[in-house]
């Protein structure tokens, strides 16, 4: 028997119409665990690099965690991924809710859809049961409004269903995956959903989940709670409120939005608002927070109500489910003061199945280059005169990719290149052809520095965690580190003691390269598993001081899967998933030159010292001058086989650190 | 008549309006009731579901009740608070006209039994895994009138249902050959 993992993957390929259940090899489960790990195995085997995004031979893969679905609190996350039409590269995407935990108590694993559907189709899987159904009466419908029509279809209330909106179907390059309260957002996966002509899943399962190890698992389960409780009466100090607790930040619970409204950028990533804050403002805010949000919700077994049902009166379904962030994003981007717009843009956005990152920030660039005269009336006739207003015209454009709608529907980078007179110099906030977080800063920091050079996840809250972002307070550091159980090394515990804003122990020269290479692999590694396990990051690598950490992962996985696990295995399996997906992206042509921060990120910058610590941080890694995985690194990994396909492609030169000639030029 | 006698009662408060909706109540309800204790989970065997339907904001946990045979003549809706219900959401019943609180597998009737344990549990489960207090538990003490009637056994009620459907004589006849085919 198979515990905490089903054994099988459905196979579903969508030019042919068949459908497979497919047992799998444990064998992999002890290499990859499964999730990111195991989806990065499949899409390194099965997917050349000539593969196109939106090519039938593309695969998109819908996978749990190896944890999904347990009693383990918050392991409920559903890892997609497939190749992104936006950056070219692996595409990650992750999102909370309750259609993975459903596919496990179906029966399966991952869904791993290939091929390409004549007409538009979704997929119902009940239990043993799954059928290709066609989805011709759900075109441009909305994401939440396909769910609902779905269930009815189905008479199956308890379905739970994934599906795209318009911009998916349009193949708008960040398009989202929906389901419900959760997104699964960058890198346009929605638009390869679509190339595929694949609209939606449903999935509905009744079946038992095992674990290996009852009694010890259920006590670690039980522990973890017991530290949640802990953690919500004892805040961080010394730290905004926002990072002061633990789940992802509590956006419709706090109506206090003073950090980030003064800390971010408004408008196309330009503007800092110090003033913006007043007391007036929290007062209206709140109010209409309080209109807006009716009830706080969760994602499948945990307590943390992250997300909110919000009604809105001129949305189609009435009521739609909010999560964090988004209800700042266009707000800030469109530099409209009113929350109420948040909401309800928000709201229309997650119904076409938009990315709530990138969106704004593509239209605040269209305004920009409107503005500047870059964009005329030709391009946008009957542009409006107002901030929100411009908004909601543009929107409708790039679902539609309707006139200057097509071009924006390719993200900053793309629609930047198309638009040309000058309009590259506005493509200001992409790495690696993907919009960033809007934060402007001063001080160069070393470790976010390499954490956005060399992250491929793309999205900073997927690669950060753990730290707190600046140093603490004197008078809190000894409390912080004293209970500070998540460090795997006591070393950090010092860094956190000594760490000044200024002087002799501050950034950037400050801490030694080697300390900030450790510090930096930590904070990503704690994601890497989580996207194996399936766990939340807001409970596990994301905030400070969270109740799943290093310490007792390995024993989570051990007492549900049966597998021998301890600290060092459980890092050298992230480290083999991580270098995997970072030979998979260099095999599609990512090199060091891609490697760069938004170039007004910091103020300060420091050219020759950011090149040692990309250096440094590569050596570290194991990784060449390129920023590729040696041969070494790879064989020690039991990844042989990437080093053997890298060399044969001229990628890696046989036998030696150095990138070949053919790569370097 | 019986002898006046007191009696704990067991009760669990719901909270509908504090419900985020999560489903730890169904989880470890079906992990509690595993054998081995939390050998599995699956909350198609919970004896305690969430009705919940984001787009109406409508939030009901219910626990499973008794076995019923037959279903209702008709059915009620109620409107509270201006959003409309329909009565069976709040039904405790294991009833033919639906799949709830019946083992996915086999069909047989489910019902609530406070997570009893030996030694007995400070609260039942779901209520100490539902950290957003939607669920709080409570005893007092009731006198009771007459002889409370024995009480009977998962299995009976299970074994009941059952022949309710298909015939005493048909289980006894499919146990017995069973048995034989069993030792065989």
């Known amino acids: 028997m198979r515990y905490a993992e089903t054994g099988f993957n459905l196979e579903v390929d969508l030019s042919r119409g068949s459908i497979e259940r497919v047992e799998t090899d444990p064998g992999l489960t002890e290499l990859y665990l499964g999730g990111l790990g195991t989806n990065a195995k499949i899409l390194w085997d099965r997917v050349p690099p000539e593969v196109e995004p939106f090519s039938p031979d593309n695969l998109l893969v819908f996978s749990s965690g190896i944890l999904d679905g347990t009693l383990a609190t918050g392991a409920n996350r559903t890892i997609i991924s ?58 441009g419908k909305g994401s939440l409004e396909t769910a609902e029509l779905i269930r009815e279809e189905l008479n199956e209330p308890k379905a739970q269903v994934l599906a795209i909106g318009l911009a998916g179907e349009n193949r708008v390059y960040y398009a989202s995956v929906e389901h419900g309260r959760s997104s699964a957002s960058r890198g346009g996966i929605g638009a390869v959903m679509g190339s595929k002509g694949l609209k939606a899943i449903a999935v509905r399962g009744t079946k038992d989940l095992n674990i290996a190890r009852p009694a010890e698992f259920f006590e670690l389960c039980q522990e973890v709670l017991k530290y949640m409780q802990y953690r919500a009466n004892n805040p961080i100090k010394g730290v905004p409120p926002i990072l002061a607790g633990i789940g992802s930040p509590q956006e419709m619970a706090i109506h206090d939005e003073k950090w980030h409204t003064t800390s971010f950028s408004w408008g196309h990533a330009r503007e800092r608002r110090k003033d913006f804050w007043t007391s007036e403002r929290a007062e209206e805010w709140k109010r209409t927070q309080e209109q807006s949000v009716e009830r706080l919700i969760s994602c499948y077994n945990c307590p943390m109500r992250c997300g909110g049902i919000v009604g809105h009166p001129e949305l189609p379904t009435h009521r739609y489910m909010m999560k964090c962030y988004s209800k700042l994003t266009y707000v800030m981007a469109a530099m409209a003061d009113d929350l109420e717009f948040g909401f309800k843009i928000a709201g229309l956005a997650q119904e076409y199945g938009l990315d709530g990152y990138t969106t704004p920030q593509v239209m605040a660039f269209a305004v920009e280059l409107y503005e500047d005269g870059i964009l005329t009336d030709q391009d946008m006739p009957g542009f409006p005169s107002g901030n929100e207003e411009r908004f909601f015209y543009l929107l409708d454009k790039i679902v539609r990719r309707e006139g200057i709608g097509d071009v924006l529907a390719n993200g900053v980078y793309w629609a930047a290149r198309q638009i040309g007179k000058g309009a590259e110099a506005y493509d200001h906030n992409t790495t690696k052809k ?38 603490l307070p004197k008078e809190y550091r000894e409390e912080f580190v004293k209970d500070w159980i998540q460090v795997p090394k006591e070393e950090f515990k010092e860094f956190i003691l000594k760490w000044e804003p200024r002087g002799e122990y501050a950034f950037p020269f400050w801490p030694p390269i080697d300390l900030m290479c450790e510090l930096v692999e930590w904070q990503e590694t704690m994601h890497y598993i989580d996207d194996c396990t399936g766990i939340c990051a807001g409970l596990s690598s994301f905030p400070i001081k969270p109740p799943y950490h290093i310490h007792n992962l390995p024993k989570f996985i051990s007492s549900a899967t049966g597998m021998d696990m301890d600290e060092d295995a459980l890092w050298e399996i992230a480290k083999r998933n991580r270098t995997l997906i970072r030979a998979i992206n260099a095999r599609r042509g990512l090199r060091r030159e891609d490697e760069k921060p938004p170039e007004d990120h910091w103020k300060k910058r420091f050219p020759e010292y950011e090149a040692k610590l990309l250096d440094e941080y590569y050596k570290f890694k194991g990784w060449n001058k390129e920023g590729i995985p040696t041969k070494e690194t790879l064989d020690k990994l039991g990844l042989d086989y990437v080093g053997e396909d890298l060399v044969r492609r001229g990628i890696l030169a046989d036998s030696e650190a150095a990138p070949s000639e053919q790569s370097a030029a | 008549m019986g002898e006046k006698k007191k009696k704990i009662v067991k009760q669990i408060k719901v909270d509908a309006d504090l419900c985020n909706g999560c489903r730890a109540c169904e989880a470890v309800c079906s992990a509690f009731h595993a054998s081995p204790r939390y050998s599995s989970n699956n909350p198609a065997r919970s004896r305690i579901r969430v009705h919940f339907d984001p787009l109406r904001n409508l939030y009901v946990p219910v626990y499973a009740g008794p076995y019923t045979e037959s279903e209702c003549m008709g059915r009620d809706k109620y409107t509270i608070d201006g959003k409309e219900y329909d009565e069976c959401l709040f039904c405790r019943a294991s009833c033919p006209s639906r799949d709830l609180f019946k083992e996915p597998d086999s069909g047989l009737p489910l019902k609530c039994d406070m997570c009893e344990d030996d030694p007995p549990l400070e609260e039942p489960m779901c209520v100490q895994v539902c950290l957003v207090d939607a669920l709080t538990y409570e005893e007092r003490e009731e006198e009771v009138e007459e002889e409370e009637e024995e009480k009977r056994e998962d299995l009976e009620v299970g074994l009941e249902a059952l022949i309710n459907e298909y015939g005493l004589e048909k289980i006894m006849d499919t146990v017995a050959r069973m048995a034989v085919s069993k030792e065989e």
């Open chain 1, 82 to 139: 497939t190749f992104s039409p936006q950056t070219l590269l692996m595409a990650f995407s992750m999102m909370g809710g309750f259609w993975a935990p459903e596919l496990k108590f179906a029966g399966y694993d991952k869904v791993i859809v290939r091929g390409k559907s004549p007409n538009l189709v979704y997929l119902w899987i009940n239990n043993d049961k799954v059928e290709i159904r066609d989805a011709g009466h759900l075109q």
């Open chain 1, 434 to 471: 993907h919009e960033q977080m809007v934060i402007k800063l001063g001080m160069l920091n070393p470790i976010y520095y390499l954490m956005y050079a060399t992250g491929e996840k793309m999205s900073i809250t997927q690669i950060e965690g753990q730290m707190p972002q600046a140093p």
